[in-house]
């Protein structure tokens, strides 16, 4: 048998086999570490995508959050209800209610007696209150404008009395006790004539009363009353009276007289308003104007917040606010005209209570149903259930958070209201409205004033309007310049030039926009005012110019053709563009003088009814368009760029000329990026704050002129957000405009991605 004989190995052949081992090993090991970096990567993706869409989500249910209390329904609860004393015979005229702002003590002054109760269980304060030292039978008791406890308390005898209840809190620890207080003045003498005063009115600004007394027998007296003040030379008081012109066969039931001692209105049996216009020194003339169709008698008058809105209850329930005719147009028209009606009662309006913060009201009948109205929308909120007793008085909390009523057998509720935010609702917010000094329904947004007695006007419109203005005409300069811009550079630019002009335009989307917005509202501004003469003059001849140059090139002859590639062509461009703007600007004088005859501003004016405002439109397209052209340009040149080349050199090969490539390859080609160019610097623009916040004045007015200012909603959240309180009205509405901005960019992303793979599929063979 023979045996098989081992052959000989060299080491050679051992160190080959080694290698190759040693070679598949590693090769086998950087396929698994590259599988493991791959998969890791794959993770982090989709691990960043996952966390970049909840991130949107949660930015998207903050905003909600935020927003969705404007819209809450208001709701209203009875907080107590007791018995008060009550004599016979005390007449709602003579009757006046109120709390503190917590809604801890309640007073009720029911002719002479004045009482205080701590709610809700309605105990009576000790050694506080009690019967008033006023001489005589107490007729009429009302309220010394709208803001405070100064109560005028008027005797049959023709004598007011003020009084000034005061709630002063005491904390020991942590507990807080309401200390109410009462103080008098000096009676007043208001009828001179010493008949019976059957009802009144009084109010006062700084050192100056006005009181207006009505007689039993009609007559109308008005006293003005000028007290001392701090730099007076005198110690005594300056009384003047005079009667008041009073129209025969009428019987007044109301009295109001505004804070500002203008205006003295009365309401009639015959369903009437009658105005005094006073005048220091002058005759008050009085003018009248119907209520209703059917002569309902004024059942209710008083004055809203800002004493300017009246509004008037009558005894078919009716409700209705009136506001004051412009001067001007008063002296041959009603002094009144009506803005809105609100809900009915079914009863007689008995009283009607302003409150002291707001445009808001409340309204009582005669069978004890309590309704909450706000004037600024026009709308009736929220409604109490009735107690089937007349209403004796009604007083809205000093904090618009509750009220008190109390009815004419003594019985006296107190109500808590939460309604934070009144004044807003879909048809304020996005939809003319009538505000108060405005005739006509207007859409206008002026969040605060200096005055509580503002009323805030929370109109969307005007900002969402701004918003795309300044985008509209920032696209109208960049989109062209943008798109013609990456056209050349992409196809006729030569690749020397192209390799440092790209970089060079897309260096410029780096500079901050707040440094945009600084150079545009402080520096370019002022500079187009002075020289936008030349400046029409030069959007007329640089096209022209460019043209012209354009035209001459393609004349020169064929050995001067490859001059382009040293970039001689754009030089002589980049000279003729510079020449005529400085010919346009050495110019400037003599084309406003030939053009606009002497004063561009007044030449608008004149044939357009424009005008010229420094911070305008036109700056912003300037500032806007120069931050948004980069990304434009940017994204179209790379689209353009990537279209294939063995197409284009396929298509010139057949015959056809640059042009028709471009235009009926290359733009089909690449129109999915070329439009995601556009949408995403549309976005941009709408998105723009710095610039719009700095380079405009910033008025959200409507107008489409370019030579007016505007604002957007990221520039108003960025004006007004320092100064809204957490959680108020305005800073609910500043969130509101996040929101839209979210959902106007989100939708307009969304169809612009559902576009683009549509171009992209329907030219997806090119």
Same mark, same amino acid.
């Given at each position: ?17 080694? #290698?190759?081992?040693?070679?598949? %090993? ?21 691990? *960043? ?79 506080? #209150? ?128 505004? *804070? ?24 008050? %003339? ?51 005209? %009506? ?8 009863? =007689? ?53 509750? #009220? ?52 805030? %006007?929370? #109109? ?100 001067? *053709? ?14 003729? =563009? ?104 549309? *976005? ?83």
């Amino acid at each position: 048998m023979n045996t098989p004989k081992s052959l000989p190995i060299s080491g050679k052949e051992i160190f080959s086999a080694s #290698g190759q081992w040693a070679t598949r %090993k590693t090769r086998t090991t950087h396929r698994r570490l590259r599988h493991t970096v791959d998969r890791s990567a794959g993770i982090v993706v989709w691990v *960043g995508g996952i966390a970049t869409i909840i991130s949107i989500l949660g930015i998207f249910l903050y905003l909600m959050w935020e927003v969705i209390p404007l819209f809450r329904s208001t709701s209203g609860n009875v907080l107590s209800s007791v018995q008060v004393e009550k004599e016979k015979g005390v007449t709602r005229e003579a009757t006046v209610i109120g709390s503190d702002e917590y809604q801890e003590v309640a007073f009720v002054l029911m002719q002479k007696q004045l009482q205080f109760l701590r709610m809700p269980q309605g105990e009576p304060v000790p050694e506080i #209150g009690g019967e008033l030292e006023i001489s005589g039978t107490v007729q009429s008791s009302v309220l010394i404008g709208q803001r405070g406890n100064r109560v005028s308390v008027a005797t049959q005898e023709g004598f007011v009395v003020p009084v000034t209840i005061f709630f002063q809190p005491v904390f020991e620890g942590d507990t807080r006790t309401i200390v109410p207080t009462s103080q008098m003045k000096e009676p007043i003498r208001v009828i001179p004539s010493g008949e019976e005063l059957v009802r009144h009115a009084h109010s006062q600004q700084d050192e100056r009363q006005m009181i207006a007394a009505l007689t039993r027998t009609g007559q109308l007296w008005l006293t003005l009353i000028d007290e001392p003040g701090d730099f007076s030379f005198s110690d005594e008081a300056i009384v003047t009276q005079r009667q008041l012109e009073v129209p025969e066969q009428v019987n007044m039931t109301h009295l109001v007289l505004d *804070g500002f001692g203008k205006r003295l209105v009365a309401g009639t049996e015959q369903g009437e308003l009658l105005e005094w216009t006073l005048q220091d020194g002058g005759e008050a %003339k009085v003018r009248r104007v119907p209520v209703g169709e059917s002569g309902e008698a004024v059942t209710a008058l008083t004055y809203l917040n800002g004493e300017r809105t009246l509004v008037v209850g009558t005894e078919v329930g009716q409700v209705m606010t009136w506001v004051p005719m412009d001067e001007r147009q008063a002296r041959s028209m009603e002094p009144f005209r %009506k803005v809105s009606t609100f809900q009915a009662h079914n009863g =007689v309006v008995q009283a009607i209570s302003p409150s002291q913060r707001d445009k808001g009201f409340l309204t009582a009948d005669s069978q004890g149903h309590v309704i909450l109205h706000h004037a600024t929308t026009g709308q009736t909120i929220l409604e109490f259930d009735s107690v089937s007793s007349e209403t004796h008085a009604l007083r809205f909390s000093p904090k618009a958070d509750g #009220g008190t009523w109390l009815g004419a057998d003594g019985h006296l509720r107190t109500f808590s209201i939460d309604n934070p935010h009144p004044e807003i609702t879909f048809q304020s917010l996005f939809f003319p409205v009538t505000y108060e000094g405005y005739e006509d329904p207007e859409l206008i947004w002026q969040s605060s004033s200096g005055s509580d007695e503002f009323e805030p %006007k929370f #109109g969307m419109m005007p900002l969402i309007f701004g918003t795309l203005k300044g985008t509209i005409y920032a696209m109208i300069l960049a989109v062209p310049l943008a798109i013609m811009g990456a056209v050349y550079t992409a196809m006729f630019m030569h690749p020397h030039l192209r390799a440092i002009i790209k970089p060079s335009i897309e260096i410029m989307a780096a500079l901050p926009s707040v440094v945009l917005g600084f150079l545009a509202g402080l520096w370019f501004a002022p500079l187009l005012e002075k020289i936008f003469p030349a400046v029409v003059a030069g959007a007329l001849m640089i096209p022209v110019m460019i043209g012209l140059v354009c035209l001459l090139w393609q004349m020169l002859p064929r050995s001067l *053709g490859g001059l382009d590639k040293y970039g001689v062509d754009l030089l002589i461009i980049v000279v003729a =563009v510079v020449g005529t703007v400085g010919m346009c600007l050495a110019l400037n004088s003599s084309i406003e003088t030939i053009v606009f005859g002497g004063n561009y501003k007044q030449w608008l004016t004149d044939h357009f009814g424009l005008v010229y405002d420094q911070r305008n439109a036109i700056v912003i397209s300037f500032a806007m368009g120069f931050a948004v052209i980069p990304i434009i340009f940017s994204i179209a040149e790379d689209s353009l760029s990537n279209v294939p080349r063995h197409l284009v050199a396929g298509s010139l090969a057949l015959g056809a000329t640059q042009w028709q490539t471009l235009t009926r390859l290359v733009l089909i080609s690449a129109s999915p990026g070329i439009f995601s160019a556009l949408m995403i610097g549309f *976005g941009r623009a709408v998105g723009e704050t710095m610039i719009v916040l700095m380079a405009t004045g910033n008025t959200p007015i409507l107008d489409w002129s370019v030579f007016n200012g505007f604002r957007t909603l990221s520039a108003n959240i960025a004006v007004e957000m320092p100064e809204a309180p957490h959680g108020g009205t305005l800073y609910r509405v500043l969130f509101l405009s996040g929101l839209i901005l979210f959902a106007f960019t989100f939708g307009i992303n969304t169809i612009a991605e559902l576009v683009r793979q549509r171009l992209r599929e329907k030219y997806s063979q090119f």
